[in-house]
């Protein structure tokens, strides 16, 4: 082996070794940055996927703003957490059998004053089921969209309809997160446009476990994981780091399970309550102040 190549391959093992140091000292620092991902906007305090939530949401210093899409009989992407409109409105039905406008007379606030009636407030009766379109319009091409195609099965088209919004909007896509339990719906969307980056969402009903083979075939096509965070260990979560996963479980609104998980090293997590979380990262990154104010 002449010298060049010697030099050549020391400096690659270096890089390498470097690499896999940032890796696990990030997985291991609990003090790395976390993002605070507004769960339906602040669905804690205010009807979930409500322009009003997502407001409430981004004033607490949510990163994102989540977003699950259902679409109407005469294609329209709406945002709404079921296929049917049941449990967050006063009507009844699946929402593939409502066209927009009848979506639009729907009233999606007052289920909410009647189930949390410790932060009902009369502002919420007769708030509307939002479009896609209307909530990009709302905060604009610069906000952070952390964006769900539920039941895409029941929807054809549900992929090429986002995208489509997302052009037409300039949303940014360096901060745009599209995430599905369908890996299908997450290929399709990226056979149509390639730079759009995906987090796999995952279900537990039991301990998880991640095998480095299957972190290593999500890696392929997605940047992260979406696990429901109840199941979750520090392995599991060490096995996705290491893979270069981001890990956001969901949905995570005690104060000691959002503290176990940032020493764990995940890099983000959902929660219905993003003003706790934003409280609790600020505490981790000067954890100096936590024990002044103590």
């Known amino acids: 082996m002449n010298k060049k190549m010697k030099t050549l391959l020391g ?28 769960h339906r906007g602040a669905s804690g305090y205010a009807p979930e996927h409500t322009l009003t939530s997502y407001k409430m949401g981004d004033r607490m210093h949510g990163d994102y703003i989540e977003i699950d899409l259902q679409m109407t ?23 593939k059998d409502f066209t927009l406008e009848q979506i639009k007379q729907l009233d999606a606030g007052s289920w909410f004053n009647e189930k949390y009636p410790q932060y009902a407030n009369p502002r919420y009766e007769g ?12 905060f604009t091409k610069n906000k952070k969209y952390y964006i769900e195609t539920k039941s895409p099965d029941v ?21 745009l997160l599209v995430q599905s339990f369908s890996k299908e719906s997450l290929l399709k969307v990226h056979e149509l446009d390639p ?12 301990h998880a476990v991640l095998t480095d083979q299957e ?11 979406g696990p429901n965070f109840n199941y979750l260990d520090q392995a599991y979560v060490q096995t996705a780091r290491q893979a270069g996963l981001d890990v956001h479980p969901y949905t995570v609104n005690e104060a ?14 959902f929660t219905n309550f993003p003003d706790k979380l934003h409280r609790l990262i600020k505490e981790n990154r000067h954890p100096h102040h936590k024990a002044e104010a103590k």
């Open 11 to 38: 400096a690659a093992v270096l890089g390498a070794s470097l690499f896999a140091g940032t890796t696990t000292e990030a997985a291991k620092n609990p003090h790395h940055d976390v993002l605070d991902i507004a």
């Open 73 to 95: 009989k005469d294609g329209k992407l709406i945002a709404m957490h079921d296929e049917t409109v049941d449990r967050t409105t006063d009507g009844t039905g699946k929402v």
């Open 127 to 138: 708030l509307q089921v939002p479009t896609l379109e209307e909530i990009f319009k709302t």
């Open 155 to 175: 929807y054809p088209g549900m992929e090429e309809e986002l995208l489509r919004l997302v052009r037409k909007y300039h949303i940014n896509k360096d901060t």
């Open 195 to 206: 730079s759009v980056r995906l987090i796999q969402l995952l279900s537990y009903k039991k």
């Open 215 to 225: 972190a290593a075939d999500m890696k392929k096509y997605a940047v992260g994981i």
């Open 256 to 269: 000691t399970d959002m503290q176990r998980l940032i020493d764990w090293g995940v890099t983000g997590m």
